[in-house]
């Protein structure tokens, strides 16, 4: 073997992870982000508090199989519209994304969201970018120890904060509390409650990119929600090129160098440590901190800002002004996408709103298909599983048709408390005409006693021998 050979790194199929030490940013797409960590932690941690008619806002109970949002109940017959919802968000995505690239990435998906509270807690108990760079490479000791203890204890206090709130989007929140503080929680609840806050502390406080490189698709499907009009974060380089180093009184233009001053600002704030200088690359999130840097560059130097900007592929080639760029980003595909995503929308508006708060299933008892009683009547024997969707109490009225001299057996009225099902046994009487025979259709009707509007009229089926 040659000394060259022997001495030739051995080639790997994973790329060593290369810690990265982001760098404080402030600037309007920083104040945007941040709007967003507050925006969309106020409604993960506070709406699971929030009372609503006696009861929780929102509340998914798969125990009682009953999903609370706001005054809206569901139950599991109306998966529909758990699947327009999902139509909806689908849309939605690929509207944003057709438009804005990766916008939901960089501000509101919650491992950005959690990245970027881990990362606050970091720099304000390591400080900053070379405030921790220091600090790693220094020997342990009592202040490196107390410092590195004191961050990971808050994070696991925010983790297990977390863990709880999403819990108790399933559990009644006061219940689980009360559970906990007794030290009475269910294996169930004890298992996502740790499992999520495990996945938040580990995934934000660790991880970070890698989920975003590796394991997140959408970073990998993306480029075919892309087009050249998608407004992306990008790097001008006609304007920046040639990059170099300058004193602030050298006339740069003179000596052939462009506006980059190759100061890696937009490197060392990028939470996924790529270079936007290299193009669109699938590891940008979207989140426009190097926007952020340049820009304080820029104007420290007395350069205009832009010099990386939200642009579009066609508008860099072609040096479109903003006006130019609204006319293409605003192009037929994005009114598609936005009249479909209109039409879902109002569709599942009106479903929702003219969705009857009254639910009745007929089973008939199959043990016995008819039978001879009293009087010689015929008996069919049914169980009647009205459901009450409303969150108000309800007295339905029960009728039967379809058949001469049709009877029901028991009471006519039926009240059913608020959110509630009840199960009601009945038979359906009828004296038998020589010219029916086998399987005759009939019909029962429940109306609600106040609101005549709320009514069902379901089809059965009576046997005559």
Not at 187 to 208: D, H, N
Request: charged share 20%; glycine share 8%.
């Amino acid at each position: 073997m040659s000394t060259q050979e022997a001495t030739a790194e051995p080639n790997t199929l994973y790329e060593k992870r290369k810690k990265i030490y982001n760098r404080s940013v402030t600037g309007v797409f920083a104040n945007w982000r941040w709007i967003m960590v507050w925006v969309t932690q106020l409604v993960f941690y506070g709406l699971c508090w929030m009372p609503w008619n006696g009861r929780q806002a929102v509340l998914f109970d798969l125990v009682e199989r009953k999903f609370y949002i706001f005054g809206l109940v569901l139950w599991p017959q109306d998966v529909f519209y758990l699947a327009i919802l999902l139509i909806i968000s689908a849309y939605g995505l690929f509207l944003f994304t057709a438009i804005g690239g990766r916008l939901f990435c960089g501000y509101a998906c919650p491992q950005t969201v959690y990245t970027e509270i881990m990362m606050w807690i970091e720099k304000k108990v390591e400080g900053d970018r070379n405030a921790r760079m220091k600090l790693d490479q220094q020997p342990m000791s009592a202040r490196k120890l107390g410092l590195k203890f004191t961050k990971h204890a808050l994070w696991i206090v925010v983790a297990l904060w977390t863990g709880f709130s999403f819990a108790g989007y399933f559990t009644p929140i006061k219940t689980l509390g009360h559970d906990l503080v007794s030290w009475q929680l269910g294996p169930w609840q004890t298992f996502w409650i740790f499992f999520y806050a495990f996945a938040t502390y580990g995934m934000a406080g660790f991880m970070r990119e890698q989920v975003c490189k590796y394991m997140c698709p959408y970073a990998r499907f993306q480029s075919v929600m892309f087009d050249p009009d998608t407004l992306i974060v990008t790097y001008d380089e006609a304007r920046g090129e040639p990059r170099g180093a300058r004193s602030k009184k050298e006339d740069y233009k003179a000596a052939g160098k462009g506006d980059c001053v190759d100061c890696g600002i937009c490197v060392q704030v990028c939470p996924t440590g790529i270079d936007i200088r290299h193009g669109l690359q699938y590891e940008c999130i979207g989140c426009s901190a190097c926007i952020d840097g340049c820009d304080e560059v820029m104007d420290k130097l007395g350069y205009p800002r832009g010099l990386i900007r939200y642009s579009t592929e066609r508008a860099m080639e072609n040096h479109w002004s903003t006006k130019e760029i609204v006319g293409h980003v605003f192009r037929p595909r994005i009114f598609i996408y936005t009249s479909i995503l209109i039409l879902i929308t109002l569709a599942a508006a009106w479903a929702i709103s003219a969705r009857l708060p009254l639910k009745m299933d007929v089973i008939r008892d199959r043990n016995a298909l008819a039978r001879e009683v009293e009087d010689g009547l015929i008996e069919n024997v049914y169980t009647l599983r009205i459901m009450n969707t409303d969150e108000q109490p309800h007295t339905y009225r029960l009728s039967v048709t379809g058949l001469p001299g049709l009877t029901m057996t028991t009471a006519q009225e039926v009240t059913l408390p608020a959110a509630s099902t009840q199960s009601i046994t009945t038979s359906l009487r009828v004296m038998p005409e020589g010219d029916k025979k086998g399987s005759q259709p009939v019909f029962i009707d429940i109306v609600d006693k106040d609101t005549p509007s709320i009514k069902l009229h379901e089809k059965a089926a009576f046997f005559l021998p």
